[in-house]
């Protein structure tokens, strides 16, 4: 009952090194006892932490020493969902973590999946994508129809963010068909999104009949906890309708529930379209404590929807005609950073959102109220000197752009060179003469050689976090030996040994697998080892004298 929700409530429990100092108080019988029973205890008491942390950590412990990967996947799920917002995404890597050695496609995959919802939630939607695309890559080569649709769920969220509210629509209508009867709770949750984007195009008629739908639905299968959502909808399709007292009564009626939930998204909007409401019928000191809140959560989150933009621009103009310089500047900041976090995320969309104040405004009005306090007028001065390096960045980065080009290209040329030639010919041993090291001893020479081809042809190399001591101490030798027997041999300083390993492992990786070129950044560092995204494209620029997009390009042009 519990593992098919897609939504959960979240609920704190004590944290896992306290459930640890405790454990020997748990009854020994509970290690007999089946996971469908440690289950159903751990929902029946997801509103007691002290209790249910019991059977979190049996239920784990109990996977871990049986070593079953699906179970103890579904034990740090258990804990993501019941855990406070600091440490759910910790237990979210652990289940990606667990996952991989089980070489099971189905279960890398729903950890994926799972791991994207998190950063949905979190309101991350570039690393949810992320994790989204790789779940897509796993799942899509299984039979798992529910996974199939819970992935077509969250994608569909994803393209209603991004405003391309026709996928969404039509993904959105086979989950409706699909969770039907399968999962209530999902059918819900993909009628209620149906609905808003069925707002979002103008259909305000259907907008309502799928609001009520959901609230009859809701009484039908006793999940009371959804009616909030369709009502929060229907509010804002209300405002649409300019029904706007009755927009702020069903809006303001959700908004507890919303804040029980945490879902402080939907918050955000709710205050942002009761302010709007209230704006539209010129009681402005009504809308501004509303905008206050929208503004505050901005500040807190980080969150703002592209239509929740505009109430920086009628702050703006508000101030403005009450002569509120200070609150101008302030307001006109905000829609700065707005747009440069809106702008990072919907690049494609930056044409299409028609804006009062664009940047380059926004930034030449900004420096005009500074002027104006200060009592100087550098405006012209100031926009013939942005026009002029704006002019002269362009020239530059376009040389620079081309210069790029040639240089990578034949950096390009050169590594196929060394990949043809080892994916055509046996690599022979390696066999290169060099002066003996005075200060060790050549049988230990010879042995930690040897204890290097294995790592090597092991791909040990591929663990995450070696460091010197790590891996001296896994030779069992001296740090400064190994150190000294890497850099005379191999002609390389250690990091830059580990990471070239890793290098050239994806590099003929990508040439060979067509998925993997499919792959992002962050999922290619995590394939190879590297401890962050940032370590890995450095290391293969570094290596390569390219960045990781050019060469995943030319491969797939050469491989056409």
């Not at 809006?251 to 939907?266: A, C, T, V, W």
């Not at 752009?401 to 390009?412: A, P």
Request: charged letters at 25%; one cysteine or more.
């Amino acid at each position: 009952m519990r593992k098919k929700y897609l939504l959960l409530l979240i609920i704190c429990v004590p944290t896992w090194s306290a459930a640890q100092k405790i454990h020997q108080k748990y009854p020994d019988s509970l290690n007999k006892k089946s996971y469908e029973y440690l289950d159903e205890r751990i929902y029946e008491l997801r509103k007691d932490s002290a209790r249910s942390s019991i059977y979190l950590y049996v239920y784990l412990r109990k996977a871990k020493e049986e070593k079953n990967y699906k179970e103890i996947i579904n034990g740090y799920q258990n804990l993501l969902h019941q855990s406070s917002d600091n440490k759910r995404m910790m237990y979210a890597d652990s289940m990606v973590y667990a996952s991989k050695k089980s070489n099971d496609k189905i279960l890398i995959g729903s950890a994926y999946l799972s791991k994207g919802i998190e950063y949905y939630a979190l309101k991350q939607h570039n690393n949810a994508l992320d994790n989204f695309i790789i779940a897509d890559s796993l799942i899509s080569q299984t039979s798992d129809r529910y996974l199939r649709y819970k992935l077509k769920y969250h994608i569909a969220l994803v393209k209603y963010y991004l405003g391309y509210y026709d996928e969404a629509i039509a993904l959105l209508r086979e989950c409706i068909t699909y969770f039907k009867n399968e999962n209530s709770r999902a059918y819900l949750n993909s009628l209620h999104s149906l609905g808003l984007c069925y707002n979002r195009i103008g259909n305000y008629g259907l907008c309502s009949h799928t609001n009520e739908l959901g609230l009859s639905e809701c009484k039908k299968l006793d999940i009371q906890e959804m009616e909030v959502y369709f009502i929060h909808s229907q509010g804002i399709n209300d405002f649409f309708q300019k029904n706007y007292a009755s927009a702020i009564k069903n809006i303001e009626s959700s908004i507890e529930g919303l804040k029980e939930k945490k879902d402080f998204g939907n918050e955000s909007v709710g205050y942002f379209y009761i302010g709007k409401s209230y704006w539209e019928v010129r009681q402005y000191e009504k809308a501004l404590p509303y905008f206050e809140k929208v503004d505050n959560l901005f500040n807190i989150k980080g969150y703002l929807r592209t239509d929740q933009r505009e109430m920086y621009e009628l702050l703006i103009k508000y101030y403005k005609n009450n002569g509120n310089t200070d609150l101008q500047l302030y307001n006109i900041d905000q829609l700065l950073k707005a747009d440069n976090i809106l702008n990072e995320t919907f690049k494609y969309l930056v044409g299409k959102i028609n804006k009062e104040y664009n940047t380059q405004e926004l930034k030449i009005e900004k420096q005009n109220l500074k002027n104006e306090l200060q009592r100087k007028n550098f405006k012209y001065s100031v926009l013939t000197g942005f026009t002029s390096l704006l002019f002269l960045s362009f020239v530059f980065m376009t040389y620079r752009y081309y210069k790029n080009r040639r240089i990578y290209r034949q950096k390009f040329d050169e590594q196929m060179i060394q990949i043809s030639t080892s994916e055509n010919k046996a690599k022979p041993k390696q066999k290169i003469e060099k002066p003996l090291l005075s200060d060790i001893n050549p049988e230990t020479v010879t042995t930690i050689l040897k204890q290097l081809d294995k790592f090597e042809i092991d791909k040990k190399f591929l663990e995450k976090d070696w460091s010197l001591s790590k891996l001296s101490a896994a030779f069992k030798s001296n740090p400064t030996y190994l150190s000294s027997i890497i850099r005379h041999y191999k002609e390389k300083g250690f990091s830059e040994y580990i990471n070239d390993l890793k290098i050239d492992y994806l590099m003929s990786l990508l040439y060979n697998n067509k998925l993997v070129r499919n792959y992002t950044n962050k999922a290619l560092a995590e394939e190879a080892g590297f401890s962050s995204t940032q370590r890995f494209v450095n290391a293969f620029k570094t290596k390569t004298g390219m960045p990781t997009a050019y060469f995943v390009e030319q491969i797939k042009k050469g491989k056409n």
